[in-house]
């Protein structure tokens, strides 16, 4: 890790009633810069470089996941901070809140097999250079954890084509590892522009060998960082 | 039956429903476990179950009703939505 840059970059980690994975979100953002909470009342996101929206079930998941929470007054001038280019990585509950806000396309339904579901999965690397995935190097595979019952991704077939010629699938669930029943095993996707991004499965569970079964979550924080340090989300 | 009686209303108030279905085609889950439950119980030639959401609510203004279900009550994306109104 490259420590004589200063100042430091700077995460901002969303929280809503309802969250449970902000403070792993904010300790993995730890290891590679700075990071503050930002709860879901707070128009002001600090001076944030970057923006995670973390995992969970924000306001109890009433109505649809993520339904309630892309209204509050955090995700508002979170849809700015996108709109200006900034960098939003969505993770779980916040990939559902981030299509349910329109900054990223489709929509995420319950698994095809009905149950919650927590298990490793492998995840094919289909694009390493974006401001998500550059720091993953030579690894073409990453290992993290999924847990969710709300995780197939649905996009109409127009909608697809789209994704698949601009190039926007960041992220496929490896042969045999799509227990969800998401379309076209995908799982994670970025904006047209680059600088959204939202996967099911959980890198901020991944960052340390004791618990999360490898680090290789940690290159979507370092990614971000190199990112916001070249000054080039795309 | 309706849930909130006439006498709760407030005055101006209209009673509606919305129904949310998921859009044909999409994979229905809960529809087919449904489905796949009904016949075990001994309940014969039932087909095409979908599982869906009811939302009630009181309203003043009966012509924002679409504009609620496509901003927030329904994701149009992945569900349709039916509105039904209550004098």
């Known amino acids: 890790m490259r420590r004589s840059l200063a100042p430091q970059m700077k995460f901002g980690v969303l929280q809503f009633p309802g969250s ?23 128009r002001d996101l600090g001076g944030a470089d970057a923006i995670v929206v973390p995992g969970g079930f924000s306001y109890g998941d009433y109505l649809r996941a993520g339904a309630i929470a892309r209204f509050s007054p955090a995700m508002e001038s979170v849809i700015e901070f996108a709109r200006d280019g900034g960098l939003v990585l969505g993770i779980c509950n916040g ?10 396309p489709g929509a995420l339904l ?27 190097g030579d690894l073409v595979r990453l ?27 960041v992220l496929r669930y490896a042969p045999g590892h799509n227990f969800n029943g998401s379309v076209r095993d995908i799982a994670g996707v970025c904006n047209e522009a680059g600088n959204v991004f939202g996967l099911m499965p959980h890198p901020e569970h991944a960052v340390d060998l004791l ?24 | 039956m309706l849930r909130v009686g006439v006498a709760d209303r407030d005055p101006g108030a209209m ?7 998921p859009k044909a085609g999409i994979l229905d889950p809960q529809g087919a476990a449904v489905e796949r439950a009904l016949p075990a119980l001994g309940f014969a030639g039932v087909a095409n179950v979908h599982v869906g959401r009811l939302v009630e609510l009181d309203v003043q203004d009966t012509s924002q009703l679409d504009s609620m279900c496509e901003r927030l009550l329904a994701n149009p994306l992945v569900e349709d939505y039916e509105i039904q109104i209550h004098e």
Not at chain 1, 218 to 227: E, P
């Open chain 1, 143 to 169: 290992s993290i954890p999924a847990k969710h019952s709300w995780g197939r991704y649905h996009a109409d077939e127009p909608t697809l084509a789209e994704l698949e010629d601009r190039e926007q699938v």
């Open chain 1, 110 to 136: 319950p698994n095809a097999n009905l149950r919650f579901t927590f298990r490793q999965v492998e995840l094919d690397v289909v694009r390493s250079d974006t401001a998500f995935t550059r720091a993953s």
């Open chain 1, 20 to 42: 449970c994975d902000e403070v792993d979100a904010l300790q993995a953002a730890r290891r590679v810069g700075d990071a503050a909470l930002i709860w879901h009342s707070q």
């Open chain 1, 211 to 234: 618990v999360g079964g490898s680090t290789d979550g940690l290159t979507i924080f370092q990614s971000m960082r190199l990112a916001v340090e070249e000054g080039a989300h795309v």
């Open chain 2, 15 to 21: 009673r509606a429903r919305v129904l949310i279905r």
């Open chain 1, 95 to 104: 990939f559902q809140v981030l299509c349910e806000a329109h900054l990223l």
